[in-house]
């Protein structure tokens, strides 16, 4: 086995570990293997392998803007700390992947080892659901904030491989495994008992059904349309009234507050405050760096971090970080948009799940911040693996045999 093979199977392991709790020791000790033999394989075959992904540069600025701002912040340490943790070991993480992507057997690596571990952690979710609410918190598939992150980062996957195994003909017991996952997704996603994972599927399906329609434009009939129209409408009411009964069912437990009650729009204007006195630095690299200031401010000790994804890093990093952000997940859909495009089937699956990824993220992160830690691993872990078999794929495909 070479060292790129090697370099899947700790992709593989290394993002499956990234799904569970407790398990930060093995997934560094995945990550720091991974990148030894994805080192030593581009040593060997730098001529034949695509070394960086091509979103590097704004991920590079990205990261420049947040190691500059260690000058200033407000806890350095706690600073230098999260660096470590959220841009040296993500920038490995996305990497590694990339390059594990271009090995000849990563699909075969790869896809059966995180479906295995994907309904591992669903697995937990509903048992720990079926002990109690309070379970859920504690649970080895990291509690419903960390899940519902996985769970909006694998839908896409499902739903793409399913496509794109429907069109190569592949098995149909595979894409009967792609729907089987999708349908323990959305029970999973239940168990979280969390609101704006319903609108990150709706508006994932809506994305994926366009850009799987206008791949192959054709002449729709007006029934067509109509059944179009219906189900896009039924995604829509689906995914509302999936919320507002999460919604009923958290307030009569006291879990949550009714939405005009809801904290958040007491916190928002208070770090809207902090952002306006530090526009252009901000306070510091770092989750939760004005924990004090903010929770004292609004007298809510689930106030100490702001969120809101784009607030959070206006607090950090003030709006040249938010810019640089933007800029940064900009470049990663138009490289989804360029694959969702390709003449390849494959190409274009990678691209289609890449863009409904990201849209996910920010939608799961717009009420809350967590895109941090183990969440940001597994996010730009999966990127990179969409990256680099979005450019491999656009000239050959790895198909398994059928049995």
């Given at each position: 086995?070479?060292?790129l093979s090697?370099?899947?199977w700790?992709?593989?392991f290394?993002l499956?570990?990234?799904?569970?709790?407790?398990?930060v020791a093995?997934?560094?000790l995945?990550?720091?293997?991974?990148a030894?033999?994805?080192a030593?394989?581009?040593?060997r075959?730098w001529r034949?392998?695509?070394?960086?992904?091509?979103i590097?540069?704004?991920?590079v600025l990205?990261?420049?803007?947040a190691?500059?701002?260690?000058?200033w912040?407000e806890?350095?340490?706690?600073?230098?700390?999260?660096?470590?943790n959220?841009?040296v070991?993500?920038?490995?993480?996305l990497?590694?992947?990339y390059?594990?992507?271009?090995?000849?057997?990563?699909?075969?690596?790869v896809?059966?080892?995180?479906?295995?571990?994907a309904?591992?952690?669903?697995?937990?979710?509903?048992?720990?659901?079926?002990?109690?609410?309070?379970a859920?918190?504690e649970?080895?598939?990291?509690g419903?904030?960390?899940?519902?992150?996985?769970?909006l980062?694998?839908?896409?996957?499902?739903?793409?491989l399913?496509?794109?195994?429907s069109?190569?003909?592949w098995?149909?017991?595979?894409?009967?495994?792609?729907l089987c996952?999708c349908?323990?997704?959305?029970v999973?996603a239940?168990?979280t008992?969390?609101?704006?994972?319903?609108?990150?599927?709706?508006?994932?399906?809506?994305?994926?059904?366009?850009l799987?329609?206008?791949?192959?434009?054709?002449?729709?009939?007006?029934?067509?349309?109509?059944i179009?129209?219906?189900v896009?409408v039924?995604?829509?009411?689906?995914?509302?009234?999936?919320?507002l009964?999460?919604?009923?069912?958290?307030?009569l437990?006291g879990?949550v507050l009714?939405?005009?009650?809801?904290p958040?729009?007491?916190?928002?204007?208070?770090?809207?405050?902090?952002?306006?006195?530090?526009?252009?630095?901000?306070?510091g690299?770092?989750?939760?760096?004005?924990?004090?200031?903010?929770?004292a401010?609004?007298?809510d000790?689930?106030?100490?971090?702001?969120?809101?994804?784009f607030?959070?890093?206006a607090?950090q990093?003030?709006?040249?970080?938010?810019?640089l952000?933007l800029?940064l997940l900009?470049?990663?859909?138009?490289?989804?948009?360029r694959?969702?495009?390709?003449r390849?089937?494959a190409a274009a699956?990678?691209?289609?799940?890449?863009i409904?990824?990201?849209?996910?993220?920010?939608v799961?992160n717009?009420?809350?911040t967590?895109?941090t830690?183990?969440?940001?691993?597994?996010?730009?872990?999966?990127?990179g693996?969409?990256?680099?078999?979005?450019?491999?794929?656009?000239a050959?495909?790895?198909r398994?045999?059928?049995?």
């Amino acid at each position: 086995m070479n060292a790129l093979s090697l370099a899947a199977w700790s992709a593989a392991f290394f993002l499956s570990s990234v799904m569970f709790a407790h398990t930060v020791a093995l997934r560094l000790l995945l990550l720091l293997l991974g990148a030894g033999f994805a080192a030593s394989a581009v040593a060997r075959d730098w001529r034949s392998l695509r070394i960086l992904p091509p979103i590097w540069a704004p991920f590079v600025l990205w990261a420049a803007w947040a190691a500059l701002s260690l000058l200033w912040s407000e806890e350095p340490a706690r600073s230098r700390k999260e660096f470590t943790n959220e841009i040296v070991y993500v920038a490995f993480a996305l990497w590694v992947c990339y390059i594990a992507a271009q090995a000849r057997d990563a699909v075969r690596i790869v896809l059966p080892v995180a479906a295995a571990a994907a309904t591992l952690a669903c697995g937990f979710a509903l048992y720990y659901w079926l002990a109690g609410f309070e379970a859920i918190y504690e649970g080895w598939h990291g509690g419903p904030g960390s899940h519902s992150s996985a769970l909006l980062t694998f839908m896409p996957c499902a739903i793409a491989l399913g496509w794109y195994a429907s069109r190569a003909h592949w098995p149909r017991t595979l894409w009967l495994t792609c729907l089987c996952l999708c349908a323990l997704f959305l029970v999973a996603a239940y168990t979280t008992q969390n609101r704006t994972i319903w609108l990150g599927f709706a508006l994932e399906a809506l994305v994926i059904g366009a850009l799987l329609r206008n791949r192959r434009p054709f002449s729709a009939s007006p029934w067509t349309k109509l059944i179009l129209t219906g189900v896009t409408v039924a995604i829509v009411a689906a995914a509302v009234a999936m919320t507002l009964r999460v919604q009923g069912e958290r307030q009569l437990t006291g879990g949550v507050l009714a939405f005009e009650k809801d904290p958040r729009l007491a916190i928002w204007p208070k770090v809207l405050e902090f952002v306006k006195q530090r526009p252009l630095t901000g306070y510091g690299f770092g989750h939760g760096l004005l924990r004090g200031s903010l929770t004292a401010e609004t007298n809510d000790p689930q106030a100490w971090h702001a969120h809101n994804l784009f607030l959070e890093f206006a607090l950090q990093l003030g709006l040249p970080g938010v810019v640089l952000l933007l800029l940064l997940l900009g470049a990663t859909l138009r490289e989804g948009w360029r694959f969702a495009f390709d003449r390849d089937d494959a190409a274009a699956a990678c691209g289609i799940a890449l863009i409904a990824i990201v849209i996910g993220m920010v939608v799961r992160n717009m009420t809350d911040t967590l895109w941090t830690r183990h969440n940001a691993l597994f996010y730009w872990g999966v990127v990179g693996l969409l990256l680099g078999w979005g450019e491999r794929y656009g000239a050959s495909v790895i198909r398994p045999s059928r049995s």
